[in-house]
């Protein structure tokens, strides 16, 4: 249609009739800078730069500018490398390393095993799920191997003084893979894997527990391959407690033997298709 056209945001800015022609140079390409001009450099920040070799359609261009995909509320990359917080960079929900949790120089965190050390995020009501899907994924690596049992994450107790309503991921003492999802009152729906996918390794390793609500399913996986799936009977598990990662909020002897890294949390049950963008 010999047209140029420009949008930002989704938003047609305008269009010019193309004449041009044949635009072919075999020239080097340079981002942020002319090759050929002066006083032209950015002064500024750029990211996700695509060429496609076609002209974009509207319905194409709204796909980029607000991909499909599941919704993400909290995001903790663990990758601040100094102090003592571990910023939310999707929710605002920022934790606070306390205890023997130090920063590695390749991104995450380690934790040294010993009761006090986990990362403390305040309740908030968009960590609390009642009766609706959510999903969780973290990358986990053990350079040796694991004593005891390590809790990833939890939200919520176990019971008394607590509302013992709770959703947690663990590593168990006998060495099983754990997401557990407790309504006090009417019961534990526990998925336990009877596989050290996190703890023999060595090597980063990408976990996601999902609970699906509408299907009443729970599923774990690990580096994308399905490890399990259980039937979830527990209704509405709100707790308005705190979250800890990387040791329970209420036992002993439960504070993470490794390292931890990316940990994220969706308001929605996430699809083989979502777990392998992640992963």
């Known amino acids: 249609n010999d047209l140029l056209s420009l949008y930002a945001d989704g938003v047609l800015l305008g269009t010019l009739a193309d004449t041009s022609g044949d635009i072919s140079s075999g020239e080097d390409m340079w ?3 002319s090759t050929d001009e002066t006083n032209t450099a950015m002064a500024g920040d750029m ?3 695509r060429i496609y070799n076609a002209a974009l359609s509207e319905d194409q261009i709204a796909a980029i500018y607000a991909p499909a995909g599941p919704s993400m509320v909290a995001h903790w990359p663990l990758n601040d490398g100094a102090g003592t917080v571990a910023a939310d960079v999707v929710g605002g929900n920022d934790g606070t390393l306390v205890g023997g949790v130090s920063w590695l120089a390749d991104g995450g965190v380690s934790i040294d095993n010993v009761d006090g050390s986990h990362i403390e995020v305040a309740h908030a009501d968009v960590l609390d799920f009642g009766d609706v899907d959510f999903s969780i994924s973290m990358l986990i690596r053990y350079p040796a191997p694991p004593v ?4 990833w994450i939890i939200k919520g107790t176990h ?3 607590g509302t013992g309503n709770r959703y947690e991921m663990f590593r168990g003492g006998d060495a099983s893979v754990r997401f557990t999802i407790d309504n006090d ?3 534990k729906s526990r998925l336990m894997i009877d596989n050290d996918a996190a703890g023999t390794s060595g090597e980063w390793i990408h976990l996601v527990a999902i609970r699906d609500a509408a299907n009443d399913l729970m599923s774990l996986y690990a580096d994308g391959v399905l490890l399990g799936t259980q039937t979830d009977g527990s209704g509405d598990i709100s707790s308005g407690e705190i979250m800890w990662i990387g040791e329970s909020t209420d036992e002993t002897t439960t504070a993470m033997g490794g390292d931890m890294a990316d ?7 996430l699809t083989e298709d979502d777990i392998a963008a992640i992963y």
Not at 148 to 151: A, F, I, L, N, S
């Open 148 to 151: 005891d049992t390590d809790r």
């Open 159 to 161: 019971g008394a003084p």
């Open 47 to 49: 990211a996700d730069i």
């Open 263 to 269: 940990v994220r949390i969706y308001d929605a049950a």
């Open 185 to 187: 009152a009417v019961g």
């Open 31 to 33: 981002i942020g800078e």
